[in-house]
């Protein structure tokens, strides 16, 4: 529907939602006759097509205006003063026309009768209106920098991981190289198969790497494999141990994180025939632990800083477990958290999710917007003929005050459901339920 369509409606709506008003705080429907009835809807109409039209012409101004940050107090102060003159003009050249024109009354004759107290209701209406248009207004406004905000957060995070995941490439190949160009001088052999394996393992690397979680199998399956490939540089010098598999099937790990610590474990330690280098990697108390003897070298190369600090920043990004360090004078020790289905883990699915939740709720409250507006249309539309059904044919026994004011309690309650966010039943109650519900099964779980 087209912008237009939506404000004649809107228009529309309020006119008959202004004429029931009217009606009921003056006469209470006491019509003569239908065409009575008629013209006098139709007045309301004209007065709410032309009022609600200048208004809405005002409000566009005013939002295409460059306001400042803050300047919200000023807008709603020029918008308010605004509506409040135009609507005085309004009427006054509405009830000048109709004077003249409908009640052959002279302009001379209008002004003379004139008070302001018959601009009141229509002013009071007017002002009324413009006041939650400009709540729905600022409150939309303010829905939306919220959900502007989170997708600067989550697409950020999401970049920060890519970057972090796209640095692997680059670092394992090259470290790679290095071994490969070590074993071409002490063991030709040794780096003919070197070169058949590393195929293999990169093709893993480049399977992983748009993967924010593998399952433990799959990495220690790799590490074994990672792990053959270094044996044919150090042979005896390195002694490995390691689970067939998880305790937990279900249980995943941030992909190559494995290779990264065993990596580090042979760049910075000592690796001799006479020194072995001893690592084991064992599960403890939901971790994933790699530990090696510390036999640190003499002399070290410069450290390209990537191992455990992009595991340890991948972790961070992905829950709020730790990766935990642990050195001591002869052991060194790092434990990966491994990460399940009971455990709420990914930060980055849960700035998306939290984007996708906001949507959800935007789309979800359209839908109880335009709920509420139907009924709302309904009512405005049902009542008034119910009052006339009544009013023509048993106006002693006024039946219409029934479905009128049952109705109405009825649209009050969705009222409160659409806009009132906290308070029993109110929008957020059903989400603080689910909430509380989900921790209850959650602390089940644990």
Request: glycine fraction near 4%; hydrophobic fraction near 45%.
């Amino acid at each position: 529907m087209t912008k237009s369509g939506k404000n004649i409606i809107i228009t529309f709506i309020i006119g008959c939602i202004i004429f029931l008003i009217g009606n009921l705080l003056s006469d209470g429907f006491d019509f003569e006759n239908f065409n009575e009835f008629l013209i006098d809807f139709c007045f309301y109409q004209l007065y709410s097509f032309v009022l609600g039209y200048s208004n809405m012409y005002f409000f566009d101004y005013m939002e295409r205006r460059n306001w400042k940050k803050n300047d919200t107090l000023k807008r709603v102060v020029i918008g308010i003063f605004g509506a409040t003159i135009i609507t005085l003009i309004g009427l006054f050249i509405l009830r000048a026309s109709i004077a003249m024109i409908y009640r052959g009354i002279s302009f001379d004759q209008f002004l003379s009768v004139q008070q302001f107290k018959h601009y009141q209701f229509g002013l009071w209406i007017t002002l009324t209106i413009v006041i939650i248009f400009h709540v729905i207004y600022f409150y939309n406004r303010y829905q939306q920098n919220r959900i502007k905000e989170q997708k600067v957060i989550a697409g950020t995070a999401s970049a920060k991981f890519d970057a972090l995941k796209n640095q692997l490439d680059p670092h394992f190949l090259f470290n790679s190289l290095n071994v490969l160009t070590s074993l071409i001088e002490e063991n030709p052999s040794n780096a003919q198969k070197f070169t058949t394996s590393l195929s293999k393992v990169y093709r893993y690397v480049l399977e992983q790497k748009n993967k924010e979680l593998v399952t433990v199998d799959e990495e220690l399956q790799f590490a074994k494999t990672y792990m053959s490939l270094l044996k044919m540089r150090f042979e005896d010098s390195i002694i490995f141990t390691m689970p067939e598999k998880a305790s937990n099937l279900e249980s995943k790990v941030v992909p190559l994180s494995l290779q990264l610590l065993l990596e580090n474990a042979v760049k910075h330690n000592m690796v001799t025939s006479t020194k072995p280098l001893h690592i084991k990697i064992y599960e403890d108390n939901g971790n994933l632990i790699v530990e090696n003897n510390l036999q640190p070298k003499q002399i070290m190369k410069k450290s390209s800083g990537v191992g455990l600090s992009n595991i340890t920043q991948r972790y961070s990004l992905l829950t709020n477990k730790k990766v935990n360090i642990n050195k001591e004078a002869d052991r060194f020790a790092v434990a990966i958290p491994m990460l399940t289905k009971q455990i709420p883990v990914m930060r980055t699915d849960q700035l998306s999710a939290n984007l996708d939740d906001s949507y959800m709720q935007a789309l979800n409250h359209v839908d109880e917007l335009k709920g509420f507006y139907y009924s709302l249309i309904s009512y405005s539309l049902v009542i008034p003929f119910l009052i006339f059904i009544n009013y023509k044919t048993s106006w002693g026994f006024q039946w219409f005050w029934f479905p009128m004011f049952g109705w109405g309690i009825g649209l009050i309650i969705q009222a409160f459901r659409v806009f009132v966010n906290n308070g029993t039943l109110g929008r957020n109650w059903e989400k603080r339920k689910m909430e509380e519900f989900m921790r209850n099964e959650e602390n089940n779980w644990d």
